[in-house]
């Protein structure tokens, strides 16, 4: 018990004191799952648009594949992007395994369906909402893109925050592409991972305090913005 | 090219097996008002979608000025919806978006959807989110967005239904001044008195059919169908 008390009493040092290696992983591990997250983002938000507003066979199985995706397991993501990027594999001549950009990678394959699935749901509702009109505008396929992009944002927010929320938290495919190198692949959840499995709990703790607070605070703000959308008045 | 005459030509429409319009076939010129009557449920708004080509016929077919394809065509026509669609913008937005989506460059934009918000008396509101209006409001909007426009064809789905008597009564005036702007109207309402009004022409729809294509004071005074008649009479049957 005492044991566990210290631990907990060196992991606010840690904090507080703004530890340079507790740092080093924070910084890495927001660039990770921030870029990871830009990039879902810039595909996930158009390809969703286009689900929504665009009729052509085979959307509906996509839809369906696209949200059956967003439960894949990261260990196996994990597992088929290291086949990809590892020497002998198809991309091995990038030299890109246990570095960051191979983590980018990983977790952007593992958010991808979350904001295109999550996006879409939103974005065919608004469409929905809005398709007669627009029709009635005359406005073309992008217009009517644009539009709901526009108009559905505060939602869309949600979308992203929800594919940044699981890129943060998951461990398999980043230790696995990234292999959990001190000083260069490291981040949050597998120092945690590591650091608890030798025993050496301090540092855990305190990256595990801040992955939840910023679990939290992403959770709060998803939900303040899309609260602070106005009530839907009937008529 | 111009979208009139508008022409349904044998124009039937199912949904998911539902029979809804059968067999219609009308012509709308350039020139007078048309007032579509008919009972809830008729067809009325079915056949004004039909019209202004969001809903494609399941037989027959729709011609604007002889051309089978809309097109273009569209966006000289512009519609005030039954239920009015709020974008999830302020009045001002709402209100010049049509002019936005057809490319019409800002500053003369912000100069009409000036004009219109305030003859619609909505120029207070401007700033407004649209979808906290009222539901009067609202639709005073659809019709302020839908003037802008500057349309050939103008539809308008009951847009006094949720109206007090005097908005009623300024909402009958734009519709004229509309209307002796050179644009066609075509307007939907369940008020008799309101069609006795305005109407130049009367279709009167039942069951998904029309009854009767009718010049207004022919109509009123002595109606070709008997469904007409007994509507007239406050007595039709549903
Ligand atoms: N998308 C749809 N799917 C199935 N049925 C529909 C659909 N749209 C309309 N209908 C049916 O078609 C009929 C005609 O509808 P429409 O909206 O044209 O009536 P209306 O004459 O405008 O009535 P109201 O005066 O109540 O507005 C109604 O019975 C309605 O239930
Ligand atoms: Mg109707």
């Known amino acids: 018990m005492s044991e566990i008390l210290s631990a907990f009493s060196i992991a ?50 996509l839809v369906i594949l696209i949200n059956a995706l967003m439960g894949l397991p990261p260990v196996v993501v994990g597992l088929v992007i290291y086949l990809v990027l590892s020497r002998s594999g198809p991309l091995g001549f990038m030299g890109l395994m246990f570095s960051p950009t191979a983590m980018i990678v990983a977790q952007c394959v593992l958010i991808v369906p979350i904001v295109t699935a999550l996006s879409h ?73 590591l650091e608890t499995s030798k025993g050496d709990l301090a540092l855990a703790l305190a990256l595990g305090m801040i992955l939840v607070v910023t679990a939290i605070a992403l959770n709060a703000s998803a939900f303040l913005v899309g609260d602070a959308a106005p009530a839907r008045q009937g008529g | 090219m111009p979208s009139l005459p508008l022409s349904l030509e044998n124009v039937s429409l199912s949904i998911g097996g539902a029979s809804l319009i059968e067999d219609v076939s009308l012509t709308l010129h350039h020139g007078p008002r048309t007032i579509i009557l008919g009972a809830n449920g008729a067809g009325k708004s079915l056949i004004l979608r039909l019209s202004h080509g969001l809903l494609g016929p399941t037989r027959g077919s729709v011609r604007w000025g002889g051309a089978e394809r809309l097109g273009p065509l569209r966006r000289r026509q512009a ?53 906290v209006l009222s539901g009067g409001e ?101």
């Open chain 1, 121 to 193: 749901q939103v974005l065919r509702e608004l469409y929905e909402e809005y398709r007669e009109q627009l029709c009635s505008f005359g406005a073309t396929l992008p217009q009517m893109i644009l539009t709901i992009l526009w108009d559905g944002r505060r939602n869309l927010v949600t979308s992203v925050m929800a594919g940044f929320g699981r890129a943060v938290a998951e461990v398999g495919a980043v230790l696995i592409v990234g292999g959990n190198i001190a000083g260069v692949t490291r981040v949050m959840t597998t120092t945690i991972a």
């Open chain 2, 79 to 131: 519609m005030v919806f039954q239920k009015p669609i709020m974008l999830r913008r302020s009045t001002r937005a709402n209100a010049g978006y049509g002019l936005k989506i057809a490319g019409m460059p800002r500053s003369e934009r912000e100069a009409r959807v000036a004009q219109v918000l305030e003859r619609v008396g909505l120029a207070r509101l401007a700033e407004r989110d649209a979808r």
């Open chain 1, 12 to 61: 606010f040092d840690l904090i507080v004191s703004l530890d340079r290696e507790l740092i080093e992983i924070i910084r890495r591990t927001f660039l990770v799952s921030l870029s990871a997250v830009a990039i879902a983002t810039l595909i996930g938000l158009p390809a969703g648009a286009v689900l929504a507003v665009v009729r052509f066979p085979g959307r509906r199985a």
């Open chain 2, 138 to 238: 609202q639709q005073k909007l659809a019709l302020a967005r839908a003037w802008a426009l500057d349309p050939e064809i103008m539809f308008l789905d009951e847009p006094t239904a949720n109206l007090d008597p005097t908005a009623t009564a300024a909402v009958e005036a734009i519709v004229n001044e509309i209307h002796a702007g050179g644009a066609k109207i075509v307007m939907t309402t369940q008020s008799l008195s309101q069609a006795k009004r305005l109407a130049d022409e009367v279709i009167f729809v039942h069951r998904g059919r029309v009854a009767e294509q009718t010049p207004a004071d022919e109509f009123f005074a002595n109606p070709r169908s008997a469904e007409a008649a007994a509507f007239l009479k406050g007595e039709l049957a549903w």
